[in-house]
């Protein structure tokens, strides 16, 4: 029930609720052209109270109780660890059920603020990034992200290009850039095997791409400690 109707609501509709708003749910039988009469739920809910969650909800003056988010992996993550840490009977830890929520409180409230941002450009074209940023540091193909969203690969390459201009292996690469400069500064491993993890494939092509975009090469970087990354230099 939305705003005193009911409505149909489907994948990737988020509802939300504060203390003392009507809430009703109802899950009722329908066709399906494969199964006949079904009745299917694949929703995840939480019902919560407390201070932070009164300051949040207040941070933004009019939340909707339904909007349509684009359903991230990494939000969808967080939701079931939460609710797998809720399940701890005898052995929840309520600091970490605390920062759970707080972390899918603000992933929700990112989500409803994308879905905003581009409602007058392209839903699927949100749907397209977090695709990309979800898969960057794997090797992924266009026509993967196209399967994803449903759209022909010569669609979805136009669409993307169109909204954020860039393509996606750009934007992929830019993501496998940042991994790879963090796991230079903060980790102990070869430039081979960050070549590898933040999916570049090789090292020959990961070094190709740094020197292009920075104007050092990785080992260089590395080796200074006043060398930042900046302006390509002729």
Not at 13 to 32: A, Q, S, V
Not at 142 to 163: M, P, T
Not at 197 to 226: A, I, L, N
């Amino acid at each position: 029930m939305v705003n005193g109707s009911f409505v149909p609501i489907q994948g990737g509709d988020l509802l939300l609720f504060k203390p003392g708003d009507p809430y009703e749910l109802r899950i009722e039988e329908h066709d399906t052209p494969r199964n006949g009469a079904v009745v299917a739920s694949g929703d995840y809910y939480v019902m919560c109270r407390g201070t932070w969650l009164d300051e949040w909800w207040n941070r933004v003056p009019s939340r909707p109780p339904l909007t349509r988010i684009n359903m991230s992996e990494s939000l969808l993550g967080t939701w079931r660890q939460l609710i797998l840490e809720r399940r701890r009977i005898g052995e929840e830890n309520p600091e970490i059920t605390d920062y759970l929520l707080r972390t899918l409180c603000l992933q929700l409230e990112r989500a409803v603020s994308e879905t905003n941002a581009y409602r007058g450009k392209s839903f699927t074209g949100a749907r397209m990034k977090s695709y990309v940023e979800e898969h960057a540091n794997m090797p992924f193909k266009v026509e993967d992200v196209a399967n994803h969203v449903g759209l022909s690969v010569s669609r979805a390459v136009h669409l993307f290009k169109q909204i954020f201009g860039k393509t996606m292996i750009q934007y992929a690469l830019e993501i496998r850039l940042s991994t790879a400069i963090e796991r230079m500064k903060y980790s102990t491993m070869t430039l081979e095997q960050i070549a590898e993890s933040c999916g570049f494939g090789s090292y020959s092509y990961f070094h190709r791409v740094f020197r292009e975009k920075y104007g050092v090469s990785p080992t260089d970087y590395r080796s200074s400690e006043t060398v930042e990354p900046g302006a390509r230099s002729d």
